[in-house]
């Protein structure tokens, strides 16, 4: 049987209480031991409802008091480098929230400190663990869409929707905490989701970043965000974020040689369907149709044209994948695989790092109005962004 592994949480605000302490409730194999949030009170009631054994305001101390196997960083970015470092050196393997870290310098630390103390790190990009995400990378690479040369990913959502509802304080505005929005915030999760599904580093970048829609006066991050990629594959791809659009849309487009596949927002998407769909222009017959094609063949009278032809027609294939476990549930479960069975993480640390290579390059592609060749030699530090010093 396998061991039961004790972990903790710094930082009890919002995405703990939706989707990290939810996760683990649910999960066998994961024991909550312990939460740490500068504000006790919520440290201590959020241990009491999820039946954790300790609290603590300082993140050192817990390190310090507990015999943690994991932990999850879940506090404003600014904090996650130190928080990070503390882990590795306690010996405790790190789940950090996204986006790692304010800067690309910080971003490395992370990995290095990680690697030194032989500590997994992986990064909370949970849109990876989203089922028709990971269907979507199966049939890139089975080469159901041939080349993938182009695609876009997008995620537009309006700061009202979680500042005001969800989030239990107000670091997001503050761009010293974050060093942006729209570009660090969601674009975390765009930039992570495109570079991954398309399997290929990034060669450079041009970009902006700018505050357009809010006034200063609510923040000085930025609410819009353009970029392009050239990947090291030659491929192409298109990153938008905004914090102004009402409407919540996350959506991928992804154009192969031999087909297109989109992925949406799960719950809702902009075309109220399911939340992927996939065209492939690929000589299938029904023997050799991947899977996920063949089991979404619908409705059956296809079937009939299907086993009469040789090869199945060509046309759009929406599909709905299950929606549980969910993204976060299957995020824990692949992090403690990683830690049991020794296995890199699917959203390494450096992937993690390469994310924040790319936020940081856009902000010096719109100071030069110029593509910005990737890694990056020196460290950007977004321009209202107040790195806090390494504690020793
Ligand atoms: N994956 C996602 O889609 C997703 C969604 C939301 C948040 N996040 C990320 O999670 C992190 C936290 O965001 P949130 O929305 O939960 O924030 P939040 O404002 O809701 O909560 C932050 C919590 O951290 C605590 N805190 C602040 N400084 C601390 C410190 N030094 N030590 C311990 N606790 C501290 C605060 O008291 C608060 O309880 C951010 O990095 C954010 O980007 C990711």
């Not at 107000?170 to 570009?183: E, P, S, V």
């Not at 849309?249 to 939340?275: K, M, R, S, Y």
């Amino acid at each position: 049987m396998e061991e039961i592994k004790k972990i903790g949480i710094v930082g009890c605000g919002s995405i703990a209480e939706i989707a990290h302490l939810p996760s683990i409730a649910k999960c066998e194999q994961v024991k909550l031991e312990a939460l740490c949030d500068v504000d006790s009170d919520r440290a201590e009631s959020l241990a009491k409802k999820w039946d954790a054994a300790k609290w603590y305001h300082d993140y050192r101390d817990m390190f310090s008091e507990t015999d943690l196997d994991a932990v999850i960083i879940a506090t404003p970015n600014n904090f996650h480098r130190n928080q990070v470092v503390a882990a590795a050196k306690a010996g405790v393997d790190v789940l950090v929230e996204k986006p790692m870290a304010g800067t690309n310098r910080e971003a490395w630390e992370m990995v290095e400190a990680c690697k030194k103390a032989k500590v997994k790190l992986m990064v909370g990009c949970d849109r990876r663990y989203w089922i028709h995400n990971q269907w979507a990378k199966e049939l890139i690479e089975a080469g159901v869409i041939g080349e993938l040369l182009m695609s876009r990913s997008c995620l537009h959502e309006h700061w009202y929707l979680y500042q005001n509802h969800v989030a239990k304080t107000g670091f997001r505005l503050d761009a010293a905490m974050t060093g942006g929005a729209a570009l660090n915030d969601t674009g975390a999760h765009a930039i992570d989701l495109l570079v991954w599904l398309n399997g290929s580093r990034v060669k450079r970048v041009v970009g902006v970043a700018k505050r357009l829609a809010m006034p200063e006066s609510y923040t000085k991050n930025d609410d819009t965000a353009l970029m392009m990629l050239e990947l090291e594959n030659g491929a192409f791809g298109t990153v938008s974020c905004n914090r102004f659009s009402p409407a919540v849309n996350q959506n991928t487009e992804l154009c192969g040689t031999e087909g297109t596949i989109f992925t949406c927002t799960d719950a809702t998407n902009p075309f109220q369907t399911w939340p992927m769909a996939v065209y492939t222009n690929k000589e299938y017959s029904l023997h050799t149709l991947p899977q996920v094609l063949k089991n979404y063949r619908w409705p059956e009278l296809f079937w009939v044209e299907d086993i009469q032809n040789e090869s199945v027609r060509k046309r759009w294939v929406p599909i709905c994948p299950p929606r549980h476990p969910n993204n976060y549930e299957r995020m824990l479960d692949h992090f403690l695989d990683c830690i049991t069975n020794n296995k890199q993480p699917l959203t390494s640390g450096e992937d993690g790092a390469r994310a924040v290579e790319v936020m940081c390059a856009v902000l010096k592609s719109q100071e030069s109005g110029r593509w910005v060749d990737l890694p990056l030699e020196e460290e950007i530090v977004p321009k209202y962004y107040k790195p806090l010093p390494l504690e020793e």
